[in-house]
């Protein structure tokens, strides 16, 4: 068959749109590899992305808490309406609770009353008074990838790296990146948590590891026998990022071979943590790649 | 020559940036927290830069989507790329796929695959970074939620995407 000549004009543009392609496609395969390279790389610096990141929170986290205070409270709002309906059985349930709560009153300040005594015996020294911000969660920051949250304030407030982070439960989190006006929080339920643990009233050694789930897993047992499910976890302190003692949650048994803890907190009423500092700054960090 | 007037140039610059922005926009609204932590939450971003790429392809470019997903994984703690890896799979998939641009029931069923690669290759991505096994569970629940909400996450979007086109 012949082919029509084709003028310079229409061979210089028919040359453009073959170019124009293999530039789109070269583009297409270029940043593909890019994004997996710096995927799989991320690991090997951190520092970098983390200044970006703490950077990225200053400059979005005005806006971030702009955008969710009218979100908060058409949560209320929606909330308040939807426990209207319940508010005898809440009621009922309230009375219940305060009797049980006033006889709890009366163990703890018998119990108060004995450690007082007893400190005065020992001359005990409880050491410097933990400082504590409480702020506003501004942005969910994880999603199924990762579990983080963001809150509006920096290390002008004096937030600083590895500090914990509280709800009124337990522990949530421990800071991750700190800017000048937002850190982020890695929460204990993110991949990259990692947290040595004391498990029951025998204080059980553990490493408690998050898997992006709801329900952080055990492992690393310092002794054989297995954990009591109910046993409350609590932080051992070892490896010094946490101070010892702060409540988690739970052990349950895995549907499959090992442990799991169910946190105490309640995720999906959580809107304002505490970041306390005890005094003292972390001496390791064992959350492996999370820095 | 032909002088055009200044308003008119930037209103021509402003409807071509128009999808990039309201992407942006979507990015920080999806990072607002949410009482829903346990239940699977539908992709609002991934909706966004889908609806984008069907109906105003030639003002977001794979740039701009590599751009917004860096911009997302900074704002997040996932690993750093990972979105930037997702969008531009997904403009990959998205401006080659045959579907007719009129038809709303073809643009939905053109997302099931889109949001399949999505969650596919973010799954991979953070099992590589990890070097760990990761239940990929709530991964195919995000992808099946982003699937049902699409009607109501997109059709907003596409009208708003439709209604910003920059007309020369």
Known sequence: MEETPRSIGETLDHGLRIAGRVLQRLSFAGLAVLAFGLVLIGKIDTRIVDGARSTIADVTAPVLDGLSYPLASAYEWFQDISTIGGLMAENRRLREENARLANLRLIAHDLKAENAGLRRLLRFDPGPVAKSVSTRIIADTGGVFARSLMVHVGSTHGIRKHLPVLAAEGLVGRVQTVGRQAARVLLLTDLNSKIPVAIGEQRRRAIMIGTNGPTPRLEFFASDTDPVPGAIVLTSGDGGVFRPGLPIGIVEPDAGTGWRVRPFVDWDRLDFVRIVDYGAPPKVDLAQGAD | ?168
């Open chain 2, 1 to 168: 020559m032909l002088y055009r007037d200044p308003a008119q140039i930037a209103d021509g610059w402003l409807m071509r940036a128009a999808p990039a922005l309201w992407l942006t926009l979507l990015v920080l609204i999806a990072a607002l927290p949410t009482p829903f932590d346990q239940s699977p939450v539908p992709d609002l971003v991934l909706t966004g830069v889908y609806a984008a790429c069907i109906r105003r392809p030639e003002s977001v470019p794979i740039a701009v989507l590599f751009a917004l997903g860096l911009l997302q994984d900074l704002l997040s703690t996932v690993p750093f790329g990972l979105h930037a890896v997702v969008y531009v799979l997904v403009h990959g998939l998205a401006t080659r796929l045959p579907v007719a641009r009129d038809s709303f029931l073809q643009i939905w069923l053109g997302f099931v695959p889109v949001a399949a690669l999505a969650g596919a290759a973010g799954w991979l991505a953070v099992c590589l970074h990890h070097m760990v096994w990761i239940a990929p569970d709530p991964v195919l629940a995000r992808s099946a939620a982003s699937v049902i909400a699409f009607p109501v996450l997109a059709l907003p979007l596409l009208w708003l995407f439709g209604y910003t086109r920059h007309v020369p």
